[in-house]
């Protein structure tokens, strides 16, 4: 493993230009894996459609991806990244590894490539779960990395199957006959782990040198290795600026996003949350900064303190059981 | 340290070292180490042209009726090993997956082929891919596209080209096929004429399910050293970076203000194919003795380029039938009669239409497609022939659509409609179908 304060000081391959809005949760992703993957290796992205695609390729703006300021001299320095359609980051990518295998197994390539695919939770867990699922099935070696926003955040935040209980989203909004989305978000990690997946994680740059780890372990690993990032949203989320960082914190610590490490064969590994819910700070804590989730919890002024909204409570402890139920699930399998 | 030379591109940097293309060419086994004349139906003639190919070092698939053999033979040809360890093919769960497959295998290597075959409702599945891929500039991707109907109400799994024809404006270089050598010699060539620095299109060479895909003929095979040495005077290293051999961004989105600026480049590469395809064919006639790509196959017109009166025009192996029915049809309506079928689908080659019929007098037109008007090549031929002084009638029919037989009975219904259509003043004609030697539905 490469220590912190050496990678900080390597070349990302996320360059300024991107018109990913402040305080994106993705790009803060996007600067720690693009210096990580500054490892000596050739990389080449493949992406399906989401934020970090549309902000990050769009002509006539500056391509947001590269290594330097001018071409590398070093081939291995070189980068490439292709966007394709929603659905499709875990396939053209697993093709791409393909690709690069069948003109090694000839000696056309001399040193290995690192493949990654990143898609939106939209795209990988709703359009393209099929993609993502037999592309673990087939143990291709690439990484996956989906970026966790909860939304389908390009098309103006519309519910996304990994929606939190109880969001309020453009298609799920809330009133006073519905408390936001009801739908229990899909078991992604379990769907993952069971897929057959080399490695799962899911974690979050706000815990970096986790994050550096685990990423790290995922770009060695044989088959597929799927990472989730829990990721913040600005705009979907309507969180004030600046609280990026310490709310994906909060998230793992409350529970709806946990550090969760799997590899294949090996028990799981759950960080920096308590499976005892006296212990973990309340859920109010990471809902409590979002307007998504204002319809449920406000802050009380004499207090200062976040607090369920009277009326609300059934709604709330209905999401405080689902995160019970998805933590001990995790812990059963460590 | 001193570095291999690198060129900037407009699409990035490319390291024309990263990819040594001669050990893959070096790698490749022979599948047949010289010509030979063999018995097969057509989806296998395909697969054998492209097991040919060294560039095509990795094939992928979903199983579709009629198209399902394409893929057998690929992987029985792989796993016996007679074309080496090397080649190898990848078995997916989706059509749609497929074609993302292909999207990313093209771009990952530019200077490789990749191929798959499909038909009907999985070309349908593919749309998604297959329209971006269009414009990708990714002219080493080939699409095998083995006609049958589309939809599911009702369920059809014979040979009609409304697959294809639904598919025109995913911007591929579309070719019918008739016969198995036709399909082989086709494969062989397209791979040619996409991957043409000033094409940089996909390429989808089709042909008719069942009728063609299972029928077994008489095939030339060539030898792979010919077949690639061929290719090899067309297809040079690729001008542009691919992601392995390259620093580029493949597939960026852009505002409106610059979309229409990319149509413009992408039609304007597909137009050229007019031009290059007729050098190709010339070249694989000279090379290997038998007609290579045009845009039309006059199948029976005269050789001195002399005006026909009734010229028949559609799509696939029944045009054969109808020229081999034509003497007996002239001599019965006494008027002359030529017959063309459609090699070109998209780009649709209208300036070579309104040369050959500018001096017919009329054209009978078989759509075996289901289309909302007048037909596919009604409309195109129409179209094509707008701006001739004295255009030719149009005379639409349907006939063998969801693969229907079409009889002697079928053709002489049609030939007699046309003959009387000749006849009345009004430019305007109905269409028809018939069927089973009947018109089954005319329009009032």
Same mark, same amino acid.
């Given at each position: 493993?490469?220590?912190? $304060?050496?990678?900080? *000081?390597?070349?990302?391959?996320?360059?300024?230009?991107?018109?990913?809005?402040?305080?994106?949760?993705?790009?803060?992703?996007?600067?720690?894996?693009?210096?990580?993957?500054?490892?000596?290796?050739?990389?080449?992205?493949?992406?399906?459609?989401?934020?970090?695609?549309?902000?990050?390729?769009?002509?006539?703006?500056?391509?947001?991806?590269?290594?330097?300021?001018?071409?590398?001299?070093?081939?291995?320095?070189?980068?490439?990244?292709?966007?394709?359609?929603?659905?499709?980051?875990?396939?053209?990518?697993?093709?791409?590894?393909?690709?690069?295998?069948?003109?090694?197994?000839?000696?056309?390539?001399?040193?290995?490539?690192?493949?990654?695919?990143?898609?939106?939770?939209?795209? =990988?867990? =709703? $359009?393209?779960?099929?993609?993502?699922?037999?592309?673990?099935?087939? *143990?291709?070696? !690439?990484?996956?990395?989906?970026?966790?926003?909860?939304?389908?955040?390009?098309?103006?935040?519309?519910?996304?199957?990994?929606?939190?209980?109880?969001?309020?989203?453009?298609?799920?909004?809330?009133?006073?006959?519905?408390?936001?989305?009801?739908?229990?978000?899909?078991?992604?990690?379990?769907?993952?782990?069971?897929?057959?997946?080399?490695?799962?994680? *899911?974690?979050?740059?706000?815990?970096?040198?986790?994050?550096?780890?685990?990423?790290?372990?995922?770009?060695?690993?044989?088959?597929?290795?799927?990472?989730? !990032?829990?990721?913040?949203?600005?705009?979907?989320?309507?969180?004030?600026?600046?609280?990026?960082?310490?709310?994906?914190?909060?998230?793992?610590?409350?529970?709806?996003?946990?550090?969760?490490?799997?590899?294949?064969?090996?028990?799981?590994?759950?960080?920096?949350?308590?499976?005892?819910?006296?212990?973990?700070?309340?859920?109010?804590?990471?809902?409590?900064? *979002?307007?998504?989730?204002?319809?449920?919890?406000?802050?009380?002024?004499?207090?200062?303190?976040?607090?369920?909204?009277?009326?609300?409570?059934?709604?709330?402890?209905?999401?405080?059981?689902?995160?019970?139920?998805?933590?001990?699930?995790?812990?059963?399998?460590? | 340290?001193?570095?291999?030379?690198?060129?900037?591109?407009?699409?990035?940097?490319?390291?024309?070292?990263?990819?040594?293309?001669?050990?893959?060419?070096?790698? %490749?086994?022979?599948?047949?180490?010289?010509?030979?004349?063999?018995?097969?139906?057509?989806?296998?003639?395909?697969?054998?042209?492209?097991?040919?190919?060294?560039?095509?070092?990795?094939?992928?698939?979903?199983?579709?009726?009629?198209?399902?053999?394409?893929?057998?033979?690929?992987?029985?040809?792989?796993?016996?090993?007679?074309?080496?360890?090397?080649?190898?093919?990848?078995?997916?769960?989706?059509?749609?997956?497929?074609?993302?497959?292909?999207?990313?295998?093209?771009?990952?290597?530019?200077?490789?082929?990749?191929?798959?075959?499909?038909? &009907?409702?999985?070309?349908?599945?593919?749309?998604?891919?297959? @329209?971006?891929?269009?414009?990708?500039?990714?002219?080493?991707?080939?699409?095998?596209?083995?006609?049958?109907?589309?939809?599911?109400?009702?369920?059809?799994?014979?040979?009609?080209?409304?697959?294809?024809?639904?598919?025109?404006?995913?911007?591929?270089?579309?070719?019918?096929?008739?016969?198995?050598?036709?399909?082989?010699?086709?494969?062989?060539?397209?791979?040619?004429?996409?991957?043409?620095?000033?094409?940089?299109?996909?390429?989808?060479?089709?042909?008719?399910?069942?009728?063609?895909?299972?029928?077994?003929?008489?095939?030339?095979?060539?030898?792979?050293?010919?077949?690639?040495?061929?290719?090899?005077?067309?297809?040079?290293?690729?001008?542009?970076?691919?992601?392995?051999?390259?620093?580029?961004?493949?597939?960026?989105?852009?505002?409106?203000?610059?979309?229409?600026?990319?149509?413009?480049?992408?039609?304007?590469?597909?137009?050229?194919?007019?031009?290059?395809?007729?050098?190709?064919?010339?070249?694989?006639?000279?090379?290997?003795?038998?007609?290579?790509?045009?845009?039309?196959?006059?199948?029976?017109?005269?050789?001195?380029?002399?005006?026909?009166?009734?010229?028949?025009?559609?799509?696939?192996?029944?045009?054969?039938?109808?020229?081999?029915?034509?003497?007996?049809?002239?001599?019965?309506?006494?008027?002359?009669?030529?017959?063309?079928?459609?090699?070109?689908? %998209?780009?649709?080659?209208?300036?070579?239409?309104?040369?050959?019929?500018?001096?017919?007098?009329?054209?009978?037109?078989?759509?075996?497609?289901?289309?909302?008007?007048?037909?596919?090549? &009604?409309?195109?031929?129409?179209?094509?022939?707008?701006?001739?002084?004295?255009?030719?009638?149009?005379?639409?029919?349907?006939?063998?659509?969801?693969?229907?037989?079409?009889?002697?009975?079928?053709?002489?219904?049609?030939?007699?409609?046309?003959? %009387?259509?000749?006849?009345?003043?009004? @430019?305007?004609?109905?269409?028809?179908?018939?069927?089973?030697?009947?018109?089954?539905?005319?329009? &009032?």
């Amino acid at each position: 493993m490469a220590k912190i $304060i050496d990678i900080i *000081q390597r070349e990302s391959c996320f360059q300024p230009g991107s018109t990913l809005c402040a305080g994106c949760m993705e790009s803060i992703a996007f600067q720690n894996i693009g210096k990580i993957t500054d490892n000596g290796k050739k990389t080449i992205f493949g992406l399906g459609t989401f934020c970090g695609e549309v902000s990050t390729l769009q002509f006539p703006n500056p391509v947001a991806w590269g290594r330097g300021e001018s071409t590398p001299e070093d081939w291995t320095k070189s980068f490439g990244i292709l966007h394709h359609v929603f659905e499709s980051a875990p396939t053209i990518t697993e093709a791409i590894r393909d690709t690069v295998d069948v003109l090694s197994s000839v000696g056309a390539i001399k040193s290995d490539i690192q493949t990654i695919s990143m898609s939106g939770d939209g795209g =990988a867990l =709703a $359009i393209g779960l099929r993609s993502l699922l037999h592309t673990i099935n087939r *143990q291709a070696r !690439i990484v996956s990395f989906v970026l966790v926003n909860e939304v389908f955040a390009n098309t103006g935040f519309q519910y996304s199957p990994s929606a939190s209980l109880g969001s309020d989203t453009s298609t799920t909004p809330a009133t006073e006959l519905h408390p936001g989305n009801m739908q229990p978000p899909l078991d992604y990690l379990g769907l993952a782990v069971n897929a057959g997946a080399g490695l799962v994680a *899911q974690v979050s740059p706000a815990f970096p040198k986790y994050f550096l780890k685990v990423v790290e372990t995922a770009l060695e690993c044989k088959g597929t290795a799927v990472i989730f !990032i829990p990721s913040p949203c600005i705009t979907g989320w309507k969180f004030a600026d600046g609280e990026t960082v310490e709310l994906a914190r909060l998230s793992c610590e409350t529970g709806f996003f946990p550090c969760f490490l799997k590899k294949k064969g090996q028990p799981a590994e759950i960080k920096f949350v308590e499976r005892d819910a006296a212990k973990r700070p309340p859920v109010e804590h990471f809902m409590g900064p *979002q307007q998504r989730f204002q319809h449920l919890v406000r802050k009380n002024k004499e207090t200062g303190q976040f607090e369920v909204r009277p009326g609300k409570e059934a709604v709330v402890e209905e999401i405080r059981t689902w995160i019970q139920t998805k933590l001990d699930a995790l812990y059963r399998m460590a | 340290m001193n570095h291999p030379p690198i060129i900037e591109t407009t699409a990035g940097a490319l390291y024309p070292e990263a990819i040594d293309l001669d050990l893959v060419r070096k790698a %490749h086994v022979p599948f047949a180490e010289e010509s030979k004349i063999i018995e097969a139906d057509g989806n296998t003639a395909a697969a054998y042209a492209c097991l040919q190919m060294w560039r095509c070092m990795l094939f992928a698939g979903f199983p579709i009726t009629p198209s399902t053999k394409w893929l057998e033979t690929v992987a029985a040809v792989i796993r016996s090993g007679k074309v080496g360890t090397k080649k190898k093919l990848k078995l997916l769960e989706a059509e749609h997956a497929v074609a993302d497959y292909l999207a990313g295998a093209s771009a990952a290597c530019r200077d490789l082929i990749f191929t798959t075959a499909t038909s &009907s409702v999985g070309l349908d599945h593919m749309t998604e891919s297959t @329209r971006s891929l269009g414009g990708s500039g990714l002219g080493n991707a080939m699409l095998v596209n083995v006609y049958r109907a589309t939809a599911n109400y009702p369920l059809c799994i014979e040979g009609d080209p409304s697959d294809a024809l639904a598919h025109r404006d995913d911007g591929w270089i579309q070719f019918c096929c008739r016969g198995v050598q036709q399909i082989y010699d086709t494969v062989i060539q397209l791979p040619c004429l996409g991957m043409h620095p000033e094409v940089m299109t996909p390429t989808m060479p089709g042909y008719y399910g069942i009728k063609d895909s299972h029928r077994s003929s008489r095939l030339v095979l060539e030898a792979d050293a010919d077949v690639n040495t061929f290719q090899d005077r067309w297809i040079a290293p690729a001008k542009l970076p691919g992601l392995i051999n390259g620093d580029t961004a493949l597939g960026n989105c852009v505002t409106s203000q610059y979309f229409q600026g990319f149509k413009v480049d992408q039609r304007r590469r597909i137009l050229r194919a007019f031009d290059l395809l007729s050098v190709i064919g010339a070249d694989f006639e000279k090379t290997f003795g038998r007609p290579g790509l045009e845009c039309i196959e006059k199948i029976r017109w005269p050789e001195n380029e002399e005006a026909v009166d009734l010229a028949i025009v559609g799509m696939g192996p029944d045009m054969g039938t109808a020229a081999a029915l034509a003497d007996q049809w002239e001599t019965s309506i006494h008027k002359r009669i030529g017959v063309l079928a459609a090699r070109l689908i %998209h780009p649709f080659p209208s300036h070579e239409y309104a040369r050959i019929l500018k001096d017919a007098k009329a054209i009978l037109v078989l759509n075996q497609a289901h289309h909302s008007g007048p037909g596919h090549l &009604s409309v195109d031929l129409a179209e094509a022939c707008y701006d001739l002084q004295d255009p030719p009638k149009i005379i639409s029919a349907f006939a063998g659509m969801g693969g229907a037989a079409l009889t002697a009975e079928t053709w002489q219904v049609m030939i007699d409609y046309a003959t %009387h259509a000749m006849k009345v003043p009004t @430019r305007r004609v109905s269409p028809i179908v018939v069927h089973e030697g009947k018109i089954i539905w005319q329009k &009032s």
